[in-house]
């Protein structure tokens, strides 16, 4: 399992957001850590597919009260992989002391495992967004996460 966040305050954390959920679940978790403190920052990571692009994601959380120069938009990556070792080379992220990885939650366990290979982060975390954990999910993601890690793109449990 992913390392869940604690919900205390810390120096200099970074939150990134993969795009994904058009309905913004991801973004509003963002927002909620960001209010609470928990967060410094926010990346959204994504070329997306129609409404869920990162472009789209930062608009919303700044309408939601993130101020615009707490965000940071990556918008070429097109995969987990891409969007973990774009945000991650980005300043403002490389230099940050800690990390928290925002996906819905059945995705997060891969998430959080290819942060662990692509960041170099000494702290890491995952704070999902709830969503219905079905099998076919369960499946779908057991078997990217195999994928990544046999390709090297994320680190075995």
Known sequence: MPTPCASTQHGDTTAIVLSG???????????????????DRIVFSGAGHGGDSAIR??????????????????????????????????????????LVIV???HHSYRAYLTARAQCRQPEICSAPAPVPL??????????KLFAYQLLGRAAWW
């Open 57 to 98: 994601l930062a608009r919303e959380a700044v309408r939601l009260g993130v101020a615009q120069t707490d965000v940071i938009v990556e918008r070429a990556a097109r995969s987990t992989y891409e969007n973990l070792a774009n945000s991650c080379a980005l300043p403002g992220v490389r230099e940050a002391a800690r």
């Open 134 to 143: 079905t099998a076919q999910r369960r499946r779908s993601e057991a078997m």
């Open 21 to 39: 959920g058009p309905d913004y679940r991801r973004t509003k978790r963002a927002v909620g850590l960001y209010e609470a403190k928990q967060v």
């Open 103 to 105: 996906t819905d939650q």
